[in-house]
């Protein structure tokens, strides 16, 4: 059984920062990427950050310069740190694993709420 524990979600106002953690635990085997994804009410689930087990990122292009994420795999934990937030940015948020074998393992989701 795999579990992923996400944290850090909440209520912040626009130009302000949240860092979101998560943390994966069970019979992983070895993660091959970690990431962020994000689905605003009405909207489809949508990439925010990845970062492969040897440490390469990818954001996409609405955050990018606002949003940082880093991650260990080895140690099953990865962050996404979220600076000048806005309105837009409101959603419910996923971390999200594959395994080496090609597996997704996702979060619960948590909650981020910008105020303008």
């Known amino acids: 059984q795999v579990q992923l524990v996400e944290s850090g979600g909440g209520l912040v106002q626009a130009g302000g920062s949240l860092r979101l953690s998560c943390v994966a635990s069970g019979t992983i085997f070895s993660i091959s990427t970690m990431g962020w994804y994000r689905q605003a009410p009405g909207k489809r689930r949508e990439l925010v950050a990845t970062?492969?087990?040897?440490?390469?990122?990818t954001l996409a292009d609405s955050v990018r310069g606002r949003f940082a994420i880093s991650g260990d795999s080895a140690k099953t934990t990865w962050s996404l740190q979220m600076s000048s937030l806005k309105p837009e940015d409101t959603a419910v948020y996923y971390c999200?694993?594959?395994?080496?074998?090609?597996?997704?393992?996702w979060g619960q989701g948590t909650q981020v709420t910008v105020s303008a």
């Open positions: 970062i492969t087990h040897s440490g390469d990122t």
């Open positions: 999200k694993f594959r395994n080496s074998y090609g597996v997704d393992y």
